[in-house]
């Protein structure tokens, strides 16, 4: 029970981050194309400025998670996607480096690289994890002895793309929602216009992701085995409607709540489908890492468990509160008064 429990919460943790880091990386790799002076640099900046380094607590949890519940799965994943994972990290820094060295020279030159690495940083963080959750639903090459065969072109077929295509429209659009309600005047116009235009260019992709799903994985066995489960189709179904109607009436608010439950609803379903096998193996299903016993069971003992369980029992409240604090105090467009990046 507990190992099921966690199980769950670990893609929670996951769903959660991308819900609400994942409009930071949006803003980022959109600031190119929607940015045409310094001033509206800076308002994208300081639209992502008091939430991006809190956002990305909820990636640390979801990596400690991990560790800590499923030691196995934790140590396959971290060394056979050893590359991968360190290309993120690299690309995370640099990204949290630029929101501080930027405004510290004022040449166009020293700039103009911070605002270079901001874009990479943003976007292949938004590609990598795609690409690496794609490779989880259609298995890793996983042996008997839980060592991960082939590198990181190996990650890079047409279904992991694909899932990284997918991740990087889910991460533009809900960056340009946010910027639409963080910003004003004609770079707010900008922001609803692209949200407008990326809406059914993602629409076709996550359709087109689903049919490939249905043939590259096994993410639908749960779903045929109990029926009533592809009723959490509805809830990114539903969020992917609602973007479009709450965009229409300009409820940008709404919108982007909408798309933060499409976010949430797309990952719980790829969650449900893998259950239980946090590290599905594409040699040998009986090798796959799961969080019971129907694989190589790689769950901790039920004493860390039920310990992680208290512990997360009071500690996460506390920083959903805070916040819901920081969200809520920071709610208001960005003015020249507000600039500090």
């Known amino acids: 029970m507990l190992e099921t429990i966690w199980f769950l919460l670990w893609g929670v943790l996951w769903a959660v981050y991308f819900a609400l880091d994942g409009f930071d990386l949006g803003m980022g790799m959109l600031k ?12 994208i900046y300081n639209a992502a400025g008091p939430f991006w380094d809190g956002n990305e607590v909820w990636l640390i949890s979801a990596g400690g998670v991990t560790f800590a ?17 360190m290309l993120l990290l690299f690309a995370l820094i640099v990204r949290g480096v630029s929101f501080e060295f930027r405004s510290k020279v004022d040449s166009p030159g020293w700039k103009a690289v911070w605002d270079g690495c901001q874009v990479v940083g943003s976007f292949l963080p938004a590609l990598l994890l795609g690409v690496a959750f794609a490779n989880i639903f259609q298995g890793l090459p996983l042996d008997q002895n839980q060592v991960m065969h082939g590198g990181l072109l190996d990650l890079l077929n047409p279904y992991g793309l694909a899932g990284g295509v997918l991740f990087v429209l889910l991460f533009l659009l809900h960056g340009a929602l946010w910027l639409s309600i963080k910003a004003e005047g004609d770079l707010r116009e900008r922001a609803a216009s692209t949200a407008a235009r990326l809406w059914p260019v993602l629409a076709a992709v996550i359709v087109v992701f689903l049919v490939y799903t249905w043939f590259a994985t096994k993410l639908f066995t749960n779903y045929l085995t109990n029926p009533v489960l592809f009723l959490i189709l509805l809830v990114p179904v539903g969020g992917l409607v609602m973007i479009r109607v709450w965009l ?9 709540g909408a798309s933060a439950v499409m976010i949430i609803g797309v990952t719980l379903f790829a969650v449900v489908g893998l259950f239980p096998a946090i590290l599905p193996s594409s040699l040998n299903p009986a090798w796959s890492l799961t969080a019971t016993d129907a694989g190589i069971k790689a769950s901790s003992s039920p004493l860390t468990l039920a310990i992680m369980l208290g512990v997360a ?18 709610s208001a467009p960005v003015t020249r008064e507000d600039l500090e990046y």
């Open 69 to 85: 519940a499923f030691p196995l799965a934790y140590a396959a994943m971290f060394s056979g996607l050893y590359t991968a994972l």
């Open 32 to 43: 190119p194309f929607l940015a045409r002076d310094e001033y509206e640099k800076r308002v």
């Open 248 to 256: 229409a009436a300009r409820r940008f608010w709404a919108a982007w």
């Open 313 to 330: 029992l009071v500690f996460v409240p506390i920083v959903i509160g805070y916040q819901f604090w920081v969200y809520k105090t920071f």
